[in-house]
């Protein structure tokens, strides 16, 4: 196994020359053991954060809600720590300014699940870490073009990730497969270090999810959504430039969201609509309120994902030519299933 500093650049000459081989069994075990204490530490307290404990906040249904009783909405909390708690068994891994970012929005994210936030505080804040990363990661070797793009990405797909988290197992499944098939294509370059980090966060989400699945016993809250969509940008960028995968990659395994958040979006701005403001627009709503309900409405969602994250780890290992190919299709699947959704809606509107 790779020494886990491989993964941020660290020449092979220096790690062969302080090559250890009972260092490197050392951090195997705790490598394949950190998946392991992830699950464990989330599924602890997600089942102490269900009974109430000390942090008893709850998502109370209002119109544009998917559900009609209150329900704890600290998964997030149960979530995260077990990712960022197995993180520490992987040393070295990860740049400070990673922990740094996801524990502030995890903080910041909580706060606005408790008490509310203005919506330009929390965008301010999102922006403000986005762009952080974007200068701290990309900018002296990728350039001020790319980094401006970078923290443009992340800011949206760290808040169309909240969008997508309104329906019982979807955001959580999400997590699971999405960061699954980041791990697998990981390991499958030859950065196991880098597969483990996505692995825990899966891991995470997988116990998460037992609670989650229709009918959830607890949400994810922001304190969970945020984060988890951070990460899935800021990983998505460091497997890129890592050399492990294309950049279309992480765009197409998590395009079932990527889709649905800013088709929906660019619709109401389209409208005039405050894009900002809770609704139910979004395809999955729209999908859980034709009668699919809320656990048929995850487990299509599922199959949509696992499709979508195979294609595209089967692609990269393709030429060119197939690559956009296979981009091509999934633009008209996700075009006839736009189509076919608004068409339905135009002729059912009394569901809304």
């Known amino acids: 196994m790779r020494e886990p500093s491989h993964i941020l650049g660290e020449s092979p000459r220096a790690l062969l020359s302080s090559y250890n081989p009972f260092m490197d069994i050392g951090m195997s075990f705790s490598a394949f053991a950190a998946p392991f204490v992830a699950f464990m530490i989330a599924f602890a307290l997600i089942s102490y954060l269900i009974k109430g404990g000390l942090l008893k906040v709850l998502d109370y249904p209002n119109?544009?809600?998917l559900h009609s009783k209150a329900v704890p909405r600290t998964g997030g909390l149960g979530l995260m720590s077990g990712a960022l708690v197995s993180w520490a068994l992987?040393?070295?891994?990860?740049p400070l300014s990673i922990w740094a970012?996801?524990?502030l929005l995890v903080a910041i994210s909580f706060a606005d699940d408790v008490s509310g936030l203005p919506a330009w505080a929390r965008f301010l804040m999102h922006g403000a870490v986005a762009v952080w990363f974007s200068v701290a990661m990309?900018?002296?070797t990728h350039g001020w073009m790319v980094t401006a793009m970078a923290a443009v990405a992340i800011t949206w797909m760290l808040n169309l990730y909240n969008?997508?988290?309104g329906s019982d197992g979807l955001a959580g499944g999400m997590t699971l497969i999405g960061f699954s098939c980041y791990g697998v294509t990981a390991w499958l370059a030859g950065n196991e270090p880098f597969a483990m980090i996505n692995f825990c966060i899966a891991a995470a989400a997988a116990a998460f999810l037992l609670f989650n699945f229709h009918p959830a016993r607890i949400f994810m809250g922001d304190?969970?959504?945020i984060p988890l969509g951070f990460l899935a940008a800021i990983l998505g960028i460091m497997g890129w430039t890592n050399g492990n995968?294309?950049?279309w990659l992480p765009l197409l395994i998590f395009s079932p969201f990527i889709v649905d958040a800013s088709v929906t979006l660019a619709k109401r701005g389209l409208r005039g609509e405050k894009i900002w403001e809770a609704h139910r627009e979004h395809y999955y709503q729209h999908m859980v309120q034709s009668g699919l309900g809320h656990r048929n409405t995850a487990l299509l969602g599922y199959v949509l994902m696992l499709a979508a994250g195979a294609s595209a780890i089967w692609a990269m290992r393709q030429q060119t030519a197939v690559q956009l190919g296979v981009g091509v299709a999934w633009g008209g699947i996700y075009l006839i299933m736009v189509l076919v959704s608004d068409n339905y809606w135009k002729r059912h509107p009394g569901r809304s």
């Open 90 to 94: 992987l040393p070295g891994m990860l």
């Open 138 to 140: 990309l900018s002296d």
């Open 245 to 247: 995968w294309p950049l």
């Open 63 to 65: 119109p544009r809600s």
């Open 101 to 103: 970012s996801v524990i």
């Open 223 to 225: 304190a969970g959504s």
């Open 163 to 165: 969008f997508m988290d």
